[in-house]
């Protein structure tokens, strides 16, 4: 049963426009919630978190919006570049452990 | 200096083989994780250690086993390897209390 899901395998957006990364969750005990992002033949590198006391986290150019009515999270990047092109993961915790969605990959096109 | 290592990168080895695989981290952190990544199914946590003196079983622990020889040092290894544990191995570490976890840079594990 996957707790965490990111529907999305893929998505492709032009060079400074929004990209928008959705990911939903099943437990309602999850208490934080974070956004790695990974790029080829490296280790996932910490993006952004929010806390589930929390609706939005902005740091730069990354939005983090949690909805938790709906069990949903998001993360916005304004506006894309092409080093954002990577394979992003959510991941959501309790207890100080991680659960993590499938993976999205975001192509951004000059 | 990276924080997390991990040896080695790249493995392949033969079906019923030994294999161990190494982390190690300078971040003074407590709790250490394994996690292998598969296509499709993103990161499953294999096992987890708070301390020295305490492991822990994750979703996917059967086949493996692990062992924390000290505070920076948490190996992994497949007594018998199998075909479907090729896949990529991470390693990762996260201080008492804290949320985030760092991740190594990975192995890449092919068992033939």
């Known amino acids: 049963d996957q707790q965490v899901k990111q529907n999305s395998p893929s998505l492709s957006v032009q060079e400074g426009r929004i990209s928008i990364l959705n990911c939903d969750y099943t437990?309602?005990?999850?208490?934080?919630f974070l956004w790695y992002k990974k790029y080829p033949a490296e280790g996932p590198t910490f993006l952004i978190s929010i806390s589930s006391i929390k609706d939005k986290n902005e740091d730069g150019r990354f939005t983090v919006f949690l909805n938790k009515s709906a069990k949903h999270l998001s993360l916005h990047i304004v506006p894309s570049q092409p080093g954002d092109s990577a394979v992003y993961f959510c991941?959501?915790?309790?207890?100080?452990?991680?659960?993590f969605g499938q993976g999205t990959r975001l192509t951004i096109n000059p | 200096d990276a924080d997390v290592t991990q040896t080695p990168r790249n493995r392949i080895t033969k079906t019923g083989k030994r294999i161990m695989l190494e982390c190690s981290q300078t971040k003074g952190h407590d709790r250490m994780y394994w996690y292998r990544q598969d296509p499709g199914l993103g990161l499953r946590l294999i096992y987890y250690?708070?301390?020295?003196?305490?492991?822990n079983k994750g979703e996917i622990s059967d086949g493996y086993s692990v062992s924390r020889q000290a505070q920076a040092k948490f190996s992994l290894s497949l007594e018998s390897a199998i075909p479907n544990q090729t896949a990529l191995y991470f390693c990762a570490t996260t201080a008492w209390g804290a949320d985030t976890q760092y991740f190594g840079p990975g192995t890449r594990l092919t068992v033939l």
């Open positions: 437990n309602s005990m999850f208490d934080y």
């Open positions: 991941a959501a915790g309790g207890a100080q452990k991680l659960v």
């Open positions: 250690s708070f301390d020295v003196k305490d492991i």
